[in-house]
């Protein structure tokens, strides 16, 4: 099945600085790769997803890159701000057959943006 | 709010103990998925409805765990004689029968179990 290991396990910024979050996969047919932020106590919330035909995606102070060859993608975020501070986690899956959707997670990034 | 909803919210059981937890989808949403997280891990798959089809379940679905969506809208999981290891919070997530499978999940708050 596939694997997926995220990179740091911790992250600690100043704000206004950039922070970049890495996952890699193992599973050559995943092709759909979201991120989630989970603040303590609450729900996972989706907060960019890229796919497989794409290498880049931006969403204001967000971006995530690709590496299909690699097997690895990553978070990019820029002007780090306090509310920025969370539980990252990336998540794999593919689609085709009955796993449709199914999200392999990552072990998730803590990031701390201090004042 | 017309998010994905759990109930309950926490439940503190004794071990040996049944508990059911119940997840009401996104009304549209006709995929359904059930994660458990434990503190400082990142959500890991249980099992996947389709309407009313349970479709997949992973291997840490053990015997003693059971889920149903009889009607394809709500969602029942049922653990019966918890474990302590069995202490996690529950998650459930919906999403659309999107193009090529590609599908934002919407997950719900969770229900946190504590197993005594």
């Known amino acids: ?58 969403d204001q102070r967000i971006a995530v890159t690709l590496n299909k060859t690699a097997k690895h993608f990553s978070l990019h975020i820029t002007e780090t701000q306090p509310e920025d501070s969370a ?22 990034t803590i990031l701390t943006v201090h004042p | 709010d017309t998010g994905v909803s759990q109930d309950p919210r926490h439940k503190i059981t004794k071990r040996g103990q049944n508990v059911t937890f119940r997840c009401d989808p996104i009304s549209e949403h006709n995929r359904l998925y059930w994660y458990r997280q434990t503190l400082g891990q990142g959500p890991e798959f249980l099992t996947y409805f389709q309407n009313e089809a ?46 090529a499978g590609f599908n934002e999940q919407f997950f719900g708050p969770g229900t946190r179990l504590t197993v005594l």
């Not at chain 1, 050559?28 to 790769?33: G, L």
């Not at chain 1, 199914?102 to 998730?108: D, E, I, R, V």
């Not at chain 2, 009889?70 to 474990?83: A, D, H, N, Y």
Request: charged residues 25%.
């Open chain 2, 54 to 99: 349970q479709l997949e379940k992973s291997r840490l679905l053990s015997d003693r765990f059971s889920a149903e969506r009889p009607k394809g809208s709500f969602s029942t999981l049922e653990i019966q004689r918890t474990e302590q290891g069995d202490s996690a919070m529950y998650l459930c997530a919906s999403s659309t029968n999107g193009l």
């Open chain 1, 1 to 58: 099945g596939e694997n997926v290991e995220q990179h740091p396990s911790t992250l600690s910024v100043q704000e206004g600085d950039s922070a970049v979050i890495k996952c890699t996969y193992s599973d050559s047919a995943s092709n759909y790769f979201p991120w989630y932020k989970q603040e303590l106590g609450k729900r996972p919330q989706l907060i960019i997803d890229i796919r497989s035909n794409v290498g880049e995606k931006k």
């Open chain 1, 87 to 108: 539980v990252y986690f990336c998540a794999a899956s593919r689609s085709g057959g009955t796993s449709y959707g199914k999200l392999t997670f990552g072990q998730g």
